[in-house]
């Protein structure tokens, strides 16, 4: 089965159509999969669902789709760092459900999973509670959330085989691995592409099983959310 794809376009064609919903890795600026960001923005795909942590920052990440008004939901925890984000959402423009850092990606992994629901007490007493069944379990109240399975799926990894064996590299592991498996097809950019067995397999992160189309991004500018340096003494 043909894996290795010559770039973003190529990997995405045939599989992108307005209306679906996309599974995206990455956790802030890291780890996220800018080189197929960069092409469902040329593709122009709209009335997009999204699941991802964030919606990156203005202009960066899937901030590029939403000033390209190509999204109308997205399914993140986390919002704060994207002006136009908040501007879209305050103006009803742009569909927003919020789900706990910790249940967003249970619930990704649990459609990877096949499991289509599972109880958890996080939310409980909150307006993430409002229109889900509650169930008591030993005395304490917990509520359904429903698992997420995605047309697409969407990552950034840091070492790949050519099989798909992938690697994630510290804060970049953040829900790429969820992401992946909750795609019915999962298309993956990495910095660099191995031979088969130069992985150790103990260190496989994400086995090739899940990983449908892959490409070589490098090179990567490795940006940064928020620069902080030390004053000169």
């Known amino acids: ?37 960069a092409a469902i923005l040329a593709a122009g795909t709209t009335d997009l669902t999204i699941a991802s ?17 190509q999204i109308k939901k997205m399914i993140s925890s986390y919002v704060g760092e994207n002006k136009e984000f908040e501007r879209q959402y305050l103006a009803g423009e742009l569909e927003v459900e919020f789900c706990p850092q910790g249940t967003l990606a249970e619930r990704c992994r649990a459609g990877g999973a096949g499991i289509p629901g599972f109880y958890t007490k996080t939310g409980v007493g909150t ?26 799926a969407i990552i950034k990894g840091w ?10 590299r510290k804060t970049a592991r953040n829900f790429n691995q969820p992401m992946a498996t909750a795609g019915k097809i999962c298309v993956a ?8 067995g130069s992985l150790d397999p103990d260190c496989i992160h994400l086995p090739g099983i899940y990983v449908q189309r892959l490409i070589l991004g490098a090179p990567y500018e490795k940006k940064i959310e928020f620069r902080t340096v030390r004053e000169a003494a």
């Open 159 to 168: 070492k790949a085989d050519e099989s798909g064996n992938l690697i994630f």
């Open 127 to 152: 307006l993430v509670a409002e229109g889900k069944e509650v169930k008591t379990f030993d005395g304490e109240e917990f509520i359904l959330e429903r698992g997420i399975r995605a047309d697409l």
């Open 53 to 69: 942590n964030n919606a990156g920052i203005d202009g960066e990440g899937l901030g590029k789709l939403l000033r390209s008004r």
């Open 189 to 196: 950019e990495v910095e660099e592409i191995v031979p088969v």
């Open 1 to 37: 089965m043909r894996k290795i794809y010559p770039d973003a376009a190529a990997a995405l064609e045939g599989v992108l159509f307005d209306g679906m919903t996309i599974c995206a890795g990455g956790f802030g600026l890291a780890g996220v999969p800018e080189r197929l960001i």
